[in-house]
Every structure is written in structure tokens, then in C-alpha cells.
């Protein structure tokens, strides 16, 4: 993989590149006020995952590992799952850029908020009234589990 796929986002052409910006782990403060990366937790992969910061583009940045295998997979075989499950038409982050000179995939950002941060009580209860809102986002994530089964 050689060059930089530029995906139209809302008509204008992005140049994302890693190395056009500060890297900051998460342990650092953020004090520039310029468009930084900041290194997120990731999944149990080779992959390293940074969100942008200080952009209105609201992106992450995955970047894949350059030696060939790892647990990272390869971006074409990510690429390929994406637009399976795009086909699907489950919500998923959108592609904003590839750029395959450095191995990384731009996606929308979509925050770090987790389904469990609904909870309002230790324990589920349907009677429950406080526990309807949480119940509701439980059966739209399992919804969307079976949809994904077919």
C-alpha cells in the first residue's frame, strides 16, 4: 500500500498524515491549542489508536502495524469489514481518509462513552422506572447484534 485515498467529508478533500501532528500520550496534559493526536486505549490488537484533538473533524487515527501478520490484521481486510457492516447498515464510525503511506485509517469520531455509563441502578429491574432508559439502549444494542447475525 503505497499513497493517500482522500474519502469526500461533507464535499471538501482531506490530507490527513499522521506525522502532521503532535503525538501526546494520554497521561500528558493537553495544553496546545493546536490540532494534536492523543493516544487512546485500543482493542486487543497490534493497532495503535489516536483521536485528534483541537479540530472541528472530530476524528481517530488507527494505525496499523507495518510488519506483516500481528493481531492487527491489515487494512484491507478492515476495510473489507466496514463495508460489510455498512451494508448491513449498522452505525459505525464512517471512513474519512486512508492513508496508506503510514498504515492508518481515519474514521469519524464517535466519543468514549460506554453502553454500562446508562446505568443508573447496580441491577436491571423492568418494574423499575430509573432503569427504562438503560433497559432501552440494552435492546437496541442487542437488535442490533441479531442484525448483525444475518
Same mark, same amino acid.
Request: net charge negative; with cysteine; aromatic share 8%.
Given at each position: 500500500?503505497?499513497?493517500?485515498?482522500?474519502?469526500?467529508?461533507?464535499?471538501?478533500?482531506?490530507?490527513?498524515?499522521?506525522? /502532521? #501532528?503532535?503525538?501526546?500520550?494520554? !497521561?500528558?496534559?493537553?495544553?496546545?491549542? !493546536?490540532?494534536?493526536?492523543?493516544?487512546?486505549?485500543? /482493542?486487543?490488537?497490534?493497532?495503535? #489508536? #489516536?483521536?485528534?484533538?483541537?479540530?472541528?473533524? $472530530?476524528?481517530?487515527?488507527?494505525? #496499523?502495524?507495518?510488519?506483516?501478520?500481528? +493481531?492487527?490484521?491489515?487494512?484491507?481486510?478492515?476495510?473489507?469489514?466496514?463495508?460489510?457492516?455498512?451494508?448491513?447498515?449498522?452505525?459505525?464510525?464512517?471512513?474519512? !481518509?486512508? /492513508?496508506?503511506?503510514?498504515?492508518?485509517?481515519?474514521?469519524?469520531?464517535? $466519543?468514549?462513552?460506554?453502553?454500562?455509563?446508562?446505568?443508573?441502578?447496580?441491577?436491571? /429491574?423492568?418494574?423499575?422506572?430509573?432503569?427504562? !432508559?438503560?433497559?432501552? +439502549? +440494552?435492546?437496541?444494542?442487542?437488535?442490533?447484534?441479531?442484525?448483525?447475525? +444475518?
Amino acid at each position: 500500500m503505497t499513497g493517500i485515498l482522500s474519502l469526500q467529508l461533507e464535499s471538501e478533500q482531506l490530507m490527513l498524515r499522521i506525522q /502532521d #501532528f503532535k503525538i501526546l500520550n494520554s !497521561e500528558q496534559s493537553l495544553t496546545e491549542k !493546536e490540532p494534536v493526536l492523543v493516544l487512546i486505549a485500543g /482493542d486487543a490488537s497490534d493497532r495503535k #489508536f #489516536f483521536r485528534l484533538l483541537n479540530d472541528p473533524i $472530530g476524528a481517530i487515527c488507527m494505525q #496499523f502495524p507495518k510488519c506483516e501478520g500481528g +493481531y492487527g490484521g491489515d487494512p484491507i481486510s478492515w476495510i473489507g469489514m466496514h463495508s460489510a457492516l455498512t451494508q448491513m447498515e449498522l452505525p459505525i464510525p464512517k471512513i474519512i !481518509e486512508i /492513508d496508506e503511506t503510514n498504515a492508518c485509517i481515519w474514521t469519524e469520531d464517535l $466519543g468514549d462513552t460506554f453502553l454500562n455509563s446508562t446505568l443508573v441502578e447496580p441491577i436491571l /429491574d423492568i418494574k423499575n422506572p430509573n432503569c427504562l !432508559e438503560a433497559i432501552n +439502549y +440494552y435492546k437496541e444494542s442487542l437488535l442490533l447484534l441479531i442484525k448483525a447475525q +444475518y
